[in-house]
């Protein structure tokens, strides 16, 4: 067992100086199983969570929703627990529990007593290598997630627009497709799909433990190696490669009429970098970018220009998915003005990022960026769950915890220079979808 | 092993009839091998080819270009011929041999004098089992791939859009992929990619024999039965199930710019149905519309719009894609008038997309075409080595004998009301993707 201790202090002085507060805690089990243990004794209350380094993207082609659809059945029965018990324990110990998929990883949780941590771990140990799935479980939790598939996307006409945005974006890589899964391939999931998967991920050598609260990281670690230290590590466990994209040649827009659509609006991506291990600038800068273009209603470029100035568009935005496992987006959009139609709405974007990209930054408001992410990275890091999150997510994404706590310091280091630099990279209509979402008559 | 002889007579006299002259002959040898034999006595020649069930889409993800790849290296050495010899062999006898690989199927021929037959089945059944690749097989091959690659697809900016708006066009299915491979998959492409495809689909079970000219077909399944019937069937041929369309709900639109386009021009794809086993008639109401909208360049409905009444364009065609084992796609086209923006000139064939679906088909014209097309199937028909290959592709497709036989009676059968329901269901701008070549300057 390898161990190391990382401390460091808050430090609102200087503005470059590291953000860090929070006293974090590695190891690694024989078996290959990351632990990181985030101390915080304010409340006597933990925060217990596993990671596996799988999600919607590991999927084989045609089984789309695997990762979503175990993330559910791992609710049901082991050798030890009934389906149900193990939320039905933590409910009765006063905690909270639940699970989540994304095209990386999945992660499932419980945040309770701090004296409570041994419980959980033991249960969530036991159905990392214990599943025991029924027929009748499958079909049930079929019509469950069909159920939330429905609900989320199918009477959703933005999150349709969405997924078929996303799935334009992708030429060739599995984040085309939703994590949710397609219909018609939840429909035909079955009990050698979700095994399969299963089996084939969900190990020790696959996971990360992160444990976030009032414990102490030694006794941490010893539990750990109590509960999932005897599990043996998966051994044909893949390496982590999925398809990359071509080079994109081809500036793509959708049009998506729906009768449901309330009102007219309009998205942009782009392909994108990720935070890569040790490599983290680039990313750091589009977050910058994010901010600049569509960060603020008021003094964001797309707000002054669109909303304010020519009053083509009531809502402006932009955001940027920095932590992803391989090639990400950088997203844009707007709700045009009423009266404006979207072809002229995206007109005046694409003249206000033209404009951008020849006039650059305003250094007076960037400096102000630059102090607003600083204090948001420390109100951030005062969220103990968020923390662990943070690390999780980081962690099953291939970063290390040495990239998470060099972040900070990272975005404090940006330039605005580097801001030009990745927009021009990334702002390349080459590599972009739009997606018109409109409202269309029910007569078609 | 079944066998059964279908003969018909060429029948011109009646619009309705068959068409049908070839004699064929099919037999199945008891290792799951499909043998159809077509006579044709006229020369003393023999097309022996043999058709996998197997094509690029049939690739695992990351691995695109594997199928086309595996046949190139068919051609190196096996236990018993060098690498080249057979189709020096061929040469030597006066004979030409060649290969190609679709999405669907890969297939193998050599045309010879008809007593050569024996001498080519030997080889070509040696290599089904026995292909002994060295690594630098493996290496020379690639370049000669890459190579390929870069003079038809990366140096020809025509197939770039083409493969760009392919990717679009498909979500889900693996169509999406050239059959060529991605460029950065087949510099990753290497032996076990290769022979794990070779040895999952290259067997008997997964194989048809297409013997066509100067042969008695009793004499060609005994030597079918010595050469190929003693290879065993591969015991683990997996279902032919690849991932299927989740429905596409936005019209798509690329925009393609590249220096090097000599003429801007348009294309438009829809997803369309196939040709299926038992149900052809919406395949062949979709040729008809095909014809009528784009075949002919002076009375076809887009060269009679655009062309020669609006002079928007130059040049229209449209083409469908009858014979896939999956969705497939309808596609037109247009070249524009000089000075007449791409945008105008989609606009013109949108409208005359419309104006189609409201007024319908000519019906004299419709008439004529029925003619036309039963006329281009007899002439069709008097090639020998074009039965053999249609016969080759349909079967590989999933079609059977009798579909292939079927065909030219269903074509004649198709009504104008039949043609007028394919155009509303396919014609669906949400089922569509437009890619506009453009020239771009060198600046940009």
Same mark, same amino acid.
């Given at each position: 067992m390898q161990r190391h201790i990382l401390i460091s202090a808050l430090a609102l002085v200087l503005p470059l100086a590291p953000v860090l507060a929070e006293e974090v805690t590695t190891a690694t089990l024989d078996n290959g199983m990351e632990?990181?243990?985030?101390?915080?004794?304010?409340?006597?209350?933990?925060?217990? *969570?596993?990671?596996?380094? !799988?999600? +919607?993207?590991?999927?084989?082609?045609?089984?789309?929703? $695997? /990762?979503?659809? @175990?993330?559910?059945?791992?609710?049901?029965?082991?050798?030890?627990?009934?389906?149900?018990?193990?939320?039905?324990?933590?409910?009765?110990?006063?905690? *909270?529990?639940?699970?989540? !998929?994304? +095209?990386?990883?999945?992660?499932?949780?419980?945040?309770? $007593? /701090?004296?409570? @941590?041994?419980?959980?771990?033991?249960?969530?140990?036991?159905r990392m290598r214990n599943l025991r799935l029924t027929p009748e479980d499958i079909e049930t939790e079929r019509?469950?997630?069909?159920?939330?598939?429905?609900?989320?996307?199918?009477?959703?006409?933005d999150a349709l627009a969405d997924e078929q945005g996303?799935?334009?974006?992708?030429?060739?890589?599995?984040?085309?497709?939703?994590?949710?899964?397609?219909?018609?391939?939840?429909?035909?999931?079955?009990?050698?799909?979700?095994?399969?998967?299963?089996?084939?991920?969900?190990?020790?050598?696959?996971?990360?433990?992160v444990v976030a609260g009032d414990v102490d990281p030694a006794a941490v670690i010893a539990l750990a190696q109590e509960h999932y230290g005897p599990i043996p590590p998966a051994p044909d466990l893949p390496p982590r490669l999925r398809p990359e994209e071509p080079p994109q040649r081809a500036a793509r827009h959708l049009?998506?009429?729906?009768?449901?659509?309330?009102?007219?609006?309009?998205?942009?991506?782009?392909?994108?970098?990720?935070?890569?291990?040790?490599?983290q600038g680039d990313a750091a800068a589009l977050l910058f970018l994010a901010e600049i273009l569509g960060g603020s209603p008021f003094t964001s470029v797309l707000a002054r220009d669109l909303?304010?100035?020519?009053a083509v568009a009531t809502e402006v935005w932009a955001s940027y998915q920095?932590?992803?496992?391989?090639?990400?987006?950088?997203?844009?959009?707007?709700?045009?003005?009423?009266?404006?139609?979207?072809?002229?709405a995206e007109a005046a974007m694409d003249a206000a990022l033209a404009r951008f990209l020849d006039e650059g930054v305003?250094?007076?408001?960037?400096?102000?960026?630059?102090?607003?992410?600083?204090?948001?990275e420390i109100y951030a890091r005062d969220n103990v769950t968020g923390l662990a999150?943070?690390?999780?997510?980081?962690?099953?994404?291939?970063?290390?915890?040495?990239?998470?706590?060099?972040?900070?310091?990272?975005?404090?280091?940006?330039?605005?220079?580097?801001?030009?630099?990745?927009?021009?990279?990334?702002l390349d209509p080459d590599h972009s979808v739009t997606v018109q979402v409109v409202h269309e008559s029910e007569e078609g």
């Open positions: 632990v990181v243990v985030i101390e915080d004794h304010r409340a006597p209350a933990v925060f217990h *969570s596993v990671w596996y380094r !799988t999600g +919607a993207a590991d999927e084989p082609p045609g089984a789309s929703g $695997a /990762a979503h659809f @175990l993330e559910h059945l791992m609710f049901k029965a082991t050798d030890t627990l009934a389906a149900g018990e193990l939320s039905a324990v933590v409910t009765e110990n006063g905690g *909270s529990d639940n699970a989540a !998929t994304t +095209a990386d990883f999945t992660y499932y949780y419980q945040r309770i $007593a /701090a004296d409570r @941590l041994d419980l959980v771990m033991g249960m969530e140990a036991d019509q469950v997630v069909i159920e939330e598939r429905n609900q989320r996307t199918e009477n959703n006409p996303r799935a334009a974006q992708y030429l060739n890589h599995p984040y085309g497709a939703p994590v949710v899964g397609w219909m018609h391939e939840l429909r035909g999931l079955g009990y050698p799909e979700v095994m399969d998967f299963y089996h084939l991920y969900y190990s020790p050598n696959n996971a990360i433990l049009l998506f009429a729906d009768p449901r659509v309330a009102q007219d609006h309009l998205t942009r991506s782009y392909l994108a970098p990720e935070r890569d291990p040790g490599d909303v304010h100035e020519q920095a932590v992803s496992v391989d090639a990400t987006t950088f997203r844009l959009g707007l709700t045009p003005a009423a009266g404006v139609p979207l072809d002229e305003d250094l007076a408001r960037f400096e102000r960026l630059r102090t607003q992410l600083r204090a948001a999150l943070r690390y999780g997510a980081a962690l099953a994404s291939g970063l290390s915890v040495k990239d998470v706590q060099d972040w900070p310091a990272i975005l404090q280091s940006v330039t605005e220079a580097d801001v030009m630099r990745v927009a021009r990279a990334v």
